[in-house]
């Protein structure tokens, strides 16, 4: 990397990130966090405001127990408050005890602000900006300083807005980062901004760049700033954050690095980044996004026959990039608007090589679109499109038969509430041995769930691996009423790989129950396959 070509990525999921509404982290979540993005080599992680909360204060204690491997470990603060000295404000102690090298310290640059929300005046914040700095300087740290609500501040009064950035300058701040904190900003208001700020500042000061996506332009607007001169992009994964969401790193970094050419992380690095965007999501537990740009599961697929000819011929007729480039790959979509290159794409993705004049191509094809007739939607549910074609070629080997089951719940008092608890009896057949198996659950698909694993659990203890992670139900004709056909989709993970699977019927236990077998025959032959491939290597 050239220090020229360089823009440094400071990474803000674990405070600014953690601010999204219905997201929480732990500190084993922080911690895992934290070293996944310093194994990628982001170099300034944020881990939040030490002093703020418990959590925070035990956070960067543990991380000075066992530090990280490259990264800084970044506390976050405000200025001082008014009336104070730095010195005497409890609130800077903590930043201190919290014994990192670098500190991101916040100050108002809107007049706004100033006087209404601090109720303080003008001068009085210039000092808190100077004083606190001086203070963390004086302590041989580091200093960030984000300028809050930069660009409002500047489009209301300039003058002041550079007052305070010269003040932090004068301070001893190493970095000065221009915050869009309302995130309402456009991006040729924010590169004309940039470029008048960036030159009445003196020489060797470098500048970064914070944006927040309540005009969905935070990651155009982080990109312009760098094209304007900035050499540091605050952002968070996936784009987590307070309101809308921060700037995307997940969707910066490939940007910054694969179009435009500068410098961000390694190419060994950048190849984790979908990798990395799943494994946040699921420390996070919110279900990832699998249309997000670079990194979403659908980001490289395709759907129409037309579009998958022509993409077996030559990429780049229909993707911008390779996705092995961020650590995705390319995926062919089957539903009823596919064509027989969908199959024979599909079947080359499973490692099934078929002939475009072998009758199974046209088998499957037609098999598609009679059950899509039907409600099935495999677009969505590649899993049991998997086992649709490997049933078609005869190389579907079933590890179970269900022979029956039953359901039924009760409605249990509990604490003058009244809640549900279901109960499913099973009949499997495995290698010749009929299973009687039942268990309970807060459901009737749970306790189905949990009847199918206890029945199976003593012949493939691998089952135990794999988990149901989402559900989901389509009433397909509404204006049917109580006898409307539904459609179930199961998401299920075994840690390593997502899949899903579906199930349709008139009746939405039969739908469900479709469905979940489905889901645990695959979730079977993905662990199965994976130990010999274990094996082998």
């Not at 970094?253 to 179009?259: A, C, G, M, S, V």
């Not at 199918?452 to 992670?469: G, H, M, Q, S, W």
Request: charged share 20%; proline share 4%.
């Amino acid at each position: 990397m050239t220090l020229d070509n360089r823009v440094w990525i400071y990474d803000t999921t674990l405070r600014d990130g953690a601010q999204r509404e219905g997201l929480s982290l732990s500190v084993a979540d922080k911690l895992r966090i934290a070293r996944r993005l310093d194994s990628l080599g982001i170099p300034f992680i944020e881990g939040g405001w030490p002093g703020a909360n418990p959590k925070d204060v035990q956070f960067f204690w543990q991380l000075k127990e066992e530090p990280l491997t490259q990264a800084e470990m970044v506390a976050f603060c405000y200025t001082r408050r008014p009336g104070k000295t730095a010195a005497t404000d409890p609130m800077l102690q903590p930043i201190l005890a919290a014994g990192t090298r670098w500190v991101t310290i916040v100050g108002k640059s809107w007049d706004l602000h100033v006087t209404e929300g601090l109720q303080t005046t003008l001068k009085e914040n210039l000092a808190m900006i100077r004083d606190t700095i001086a203070y963390l300087r004086h302590h041989d740290r580091r200093v960030v300083y984000d300028a809050e609500h930069w660009f409002d501040g500047y489009k209301h009064n300039p003058t002041y807005a550079l007052e305070t950035l010269q003040a932090a300058i004068a301070a001893g701040a190493e970095w000065i980062t221009f915050c869009d904190t309302n995130g309402g900003t456009l991006p040729h208001e924010i590169s004309q901004i940039v470029e008048a700020a960036i030159a009445t500042q003196p020489s060797g000061i470098q500048f970064g760049i914070h944006t927040h996506n309540d005009a969905d332009v935070a990651g155009a607007n982080a990109i312009v700033a760098v094209m304007a001169g900035v050499r540091m992009v605050q952002g968070t994964v996936n784009g987590y954050g307070e309101r809308c969401g921060n700037a995307n790193l997940c969707s910066l970094i490939p940007n910054l690095q694969l179009k435009l050419g500068y410098d961000c992380l390694q190419p060994a690095a950048l190849a984790k980044l979908t990798q990395l965007s799943r494994y946040v999501s699921e420390a996070v537990n919110l279900a990832p996004d699998d249309h997000a740009p670079f990194v979403g599961l659908s980001a490289f697929a395709h759907k129409g026959g037309l579009h998958v000819s022509a993409v077996e011929r030559n990429p780049i007729t229909y993707e911008h990039m390779q996705p092995e480039l961020i650590g995705n790959c390319r995926r062919i979509v089957i539903s009823d608007q596919a064509g027989l290159s969908n199959v024979l794409a599909k079947a080359r993705n499973l490692g099934i090589d078929l002939d475009r004049q072998d009758p199974a191509c046209r088998k499957i094809l037609q098999h598609l679109k009679d059950l899509e007739s039907q409600g099935y939607q495999f677009e969505s549910a590649e899993a049991s499109f998997e086992l649709l074609m490997r049933e078609a070629l005869g190389q579907r080997h079933y590890p179970f038969q269900v022979k029956g089951f039953h359901v039924n719940y009760d409605l249990t008092p509990e604490q003058e509430t009244r809640s549900t608890r279901s109960l499913a009896t099973v009949k499997l057949a495995v290698n010749g041995q009929d299973i009687l198996e039942a268990a309970e659950g807060n459901g009737p698909v749970a306790a189905l769930d949990a009847a199918l694993r206890k029945a199976l659990v003593n012949f493939y203890p691998e089952i135990d691996r794999c988990y149901l992670t989402d559900y989901k139900v389509r009433i397909l004709d509404g204006t049917a009423g109580t006898s409307a056909k539904t459609r179930v989709l199961v998401e299920s993970s075994n840690g390593h790989r997502r899949w899903s699977t579906v199930g349709v019927s008139g009746n939405i236990l039969e739908a469900s129950y479709l469905a979940v077998v489905e889901s645990l025959e695959y979730g079977l032959l993905l662990c199965q396959a994976r130990e010999v491939v274990l094996e082998g290597g």
